[in-house]
């Protein structure tokens, strides 16, 4: 080969090389990469693998219309299998090594708070979905579900009240992690506001997966005759099937001693007999049942996409309040992005605060711009026996979030980052 042939194939091969190499760095500037942390297997994978399945739905539907600035979204799902610890992992994994730019996902608190410092070390997002116990504010957090003041209080306030029973006695029944312990510190100290004393409030906890309760339902069927008596439940997981079904098992009708969950929605009712049920209460901020042009289209969405997509039970698939919390994040995560015009960690969250979006649960919610939490409407529903909500009370409008309860001393100056 002469010299000119051989200087002319070194540059045609390296002009080669780096058309190559823009080609691939073009391509993977082209897409997005967002990051989905949810449960697909142990105790919560009930309640979590919907979550995965619709933002993945709300994923397809953005990248249909165009995508984010031009790009497509990039999911990358990981299960850390209800493992509070492994959580922190995934997301480490998801940040540093799939460089996501953005994560969407947990359900218990202990999940989230495994994840906290991972997030504020790497200075990435996650946007949790499901309601909480507050006493929390962190600046690489926005919470798409309620605080305690946008469900916790309020449903307790409607179990005093006479279109809601008129309780006088309360069993704090939850599973024992920091969700329902901080969620019940509130409450006990919210009823001692309103003059209720500690011989009037039965405080029980359960471990994860828990199957066996006989003894307890009988116990609060005991603790009812010293009074007119409520069930405030934070179970979480599927631990709400058994006890659901020993409810009905011992016959405790909601006309007797009313459940109010905060925990259990259309999702885990899919697995229960409501029949045994009725007009025992969940509090959310959406229901399925609720009307509107803007919940019709978001079910049929939903609908269409279980169908299309073969998932487990597709023709009885169901929305539900995390649900709808996850598509509201999802998609206020991209207007945000487009108003900053980059996917940095920083700009975003300027742009977040203020984002409004138009949510199916028929309000307008408005993400807070001091303390990371959206403005939601409260609902309580009661159980019905095809397993869908009847709602029976619900606020005028978005509620703004404590996330700091006042009923906590010292929390008074704490509302904001």
């Known amino acids: ?56 739905m709300t994923i397809k539907d953005i990248n249909a219309h165009g995508g984010v600035m031009g790009k497509q979204l990039e999911p990358v799902i990981v299960d850390p299998a209800s493992n509070w610890p492994l959580f922190a992992e995934k997301a480490r994994q998801l940040i540093s090594q799939d460089k996501v730019a953005v994560v969407f996902g947990c359900w218990t608190s202990v999940s989230r708070k495994s994840t906290l410092p991972v997030f504020k070390e790497l200075n990435s997002l996650l946007f949790y979905p499901v309601q909480y116990e507050g006493e929390e504010l962190e600046k690489n957090v926005f919470y798409t579900g309620a605080a305690p003041n946008q469900q916790a ?49 039965d405080e029980v906890y359960t471990p994860f997966s828990h199957s066996d309760y006989q003894t307890i339902v009988a116990n609060i069927k005991k603790f009812s005759a010293g009074g007119k008596t409520a069930v405030i439940s934070t179970i979480n997981g599927d631990s709400n099937v058994p006890f659901y079904k020993e409810l009905g098992n011992a016959g405790l009708k909601a006309t007797d001693v009313p459940v109010v969950a905060f925990s259990v929605g259309e999702e885990e009712l899919r697995g229960v007999d409501t029949k045994p049920l009725l007009g025992h209460l ?21 609908k269409a996409y279980a169908v299309a997509n073969k998932l487990p039970n597709a023709n009885t698939v169901v929305t539900n309040d995390p649900m709808e919390a996850t598509y509201v ?38 993400m807070d711009p001091t303390n990371h939490h959206l403005h939601k409407p409260v609902m309580i529903g009661e159980i019905k026996g095809d397993g869908q909500f009847n709602v029976v009370w619900k606020t005028k409008g978005p509620i703004r979030a404590q996330p700091w309860s006042p009923y906590i001393t010292g929390n008074e100056d704490k509302q904001k980052l």
């Open 329 to 366: 994040g999802i998609h206020m995560w991209k207007q945000a992005v487009e108003k900053a015009k980059s996917t940095d960690t920083d700009k975003v969250i300027a742009a977040m605060g203020g984002q409004t979006f138009k949510a199916p649960s028929g309000f307008t919610l408005t």
């Open 1 to 56: 080969m002469s010299r000119r042939t051989l200087l002319k194939a070194t540059t045609v091969g390296a002009f080669t090389l780096a058309v190559s190499s823009f080609v691939t760095s073009a391509f993977a500037a082209d897409t997005i990469k967002v990051g989905i942390l949810h449960s697909l297997s142990g105790t919560m994978a009930i309640s979590e693998t919907s979550l995965k399945d619709v933002a993945l």
């Open 282 to 302: 969940a509090a959310w901020n959406y229901f399925e049942s609720v009307k509107n042009p803007v919940n019709t289209a978001f079910i049929e969405q939903w």
């Open 153 to 201: 209080i309020p449903a307790t306030e409607y179990l005093m009240s006479k279109e809601g029973g008129g309780a006088k006695r309360f069993v704090l029944l939850g599973t024992d992690y920091v969700y329902p312990r901080t969620t019940n510190k509130i409450l006990r100290a919210f009823l001692h506001s309103k003059g209720v004393k500690d011989t009037d409030i």
